[in-house]
Nanobody
Framework: QVQLVESGGGLVQAGDSLRLSCAGSGRTFSSYVMAWFRQAPGKEREFVGNIGWIGGITRYTDSVKGRFTISRDNVKKMVYLQMNSLKPEDTAVYYC???????????????WGKGTLVTVSS
């Protein structure tokens, strides 16, 4: 069992940076691939990126490549999403998720946090 709690969302201006955190619990945290998803109003939940079990491999959706960075600290059971050069289209609720495998579809995730809202004003 893994529980996830996101934090760090807020209102920022276009071009600003923001770092989201995801606090995990459970003895098996390091055995999960950790992902970030986002969901804008009226849209489907979208894969943002994920990071492998020991943090060596990351992948991102094209729209955030070069701007967002995912990292993890298995000792602290934390996952981070550093977001730079934010755009209004990044506005969404951001979710942390855990999966046993290296997958990127929402329905393949095993655990979810409740999300944190990021609003980027123009």
């Amino acid at each position: 069992q893994v529980q996830l709690v996101e934090s760090g969302g807020g209102l920022v201006q276009a071009g600003d940076s923001l770092r989201l955190s995801c606090a995990g619990s459970g003895r098996t945290f390091s055995s999960y691939v950790m992902a970030w998803f986002r969901q804008a109003p009226g849209k489907e939940r979208e894969f943002v990126g994920n990071i492998g079990w020991i943090g060596g491999i990351t992948r991102y959706t094209d729209s955030v490549k070069g701007r967002f960075t995912i990292s993890r600290d298995n000792v602290k059971k934390m996952v981070y999403l550093q977001m730079n050069s934010l755009k209004p289209e990044d506005t969404a609720v951001y979710y942390c998720a855990a999966s046993r495998g290296d997958v990127n579809r929402a329905h393949d995730m095993d655990y979810w946090g409740k999300g944190t809202l990021v609003t980027v004003s123009s």
